[in-house]
């Protein structure tokens, strides 16, 4: 898939979350199929949004590298009862 069609992608995604009145702040400017206008991107918006989801993703990673390590700890120990290691 092509540069453009993951934009079109990507500006359809923000459209109808703007429509569902989601908790987005307005990144999409223009109407959606009207020919003489333009579609855009408010890049200063876009780039908060995505610097939010980067947070949030990075919530998840520390938790998930906390769990494995627990797990990790974990099986050391079970093994270390049985007599494996």
Same mark, same amino acid.
């Given at each position: &898939? #092509?540069?453009? @069609?993951?934009?079109?992608?990507?500006? =359809?995604?923000?459209? =109808?979350? @703007? $429509? =569902?009145? /989601? $908790?987005? %702040?307005?990144?999409? !400017? *223009? !109407?959606? #199929?009207? %020919?003489d206008?333009?579609?855009?991107?408010?890049? #200063? +918006?876009?780039? +908060?949004?995505?610097?939010?989801a980067?947070?949030?993703?990075? =919530? $998840?990673i520390?938790?998930?590298?906390?769990?494995?390590? #627990?797990?990790? &700890?974990?099986?050391?120990? /079970?093994?270390? &009862?049985? *007599?494996?290691?």
């Amino acid at each position: &898939m #092509d540069l453009r @069609k993951k934009l079109e992608i990507f500006l =359809e995604i923000l459209i =109808e979350l @703007k $429509t =569902e009145n /989601l $908790t987005v %702040p307005i990144i999409v !400017e *223009g !109407e959606k #199929d009207e %020919p003489d206008k333009i579609q855009s991107l408010k890049l #200063d +918006a876009l780039v +908060a949004v995505l610097t939010k989801a980067i947070q949030e993703q990075q =919530e $998840t990673i520390e938790l998930l590298q906390k769990q494995n390590s #627990d797990l990790l &700890m974990r099986i050391e120990n /079970l093994e270390k &009862m049985n *007599g494996i290691v």
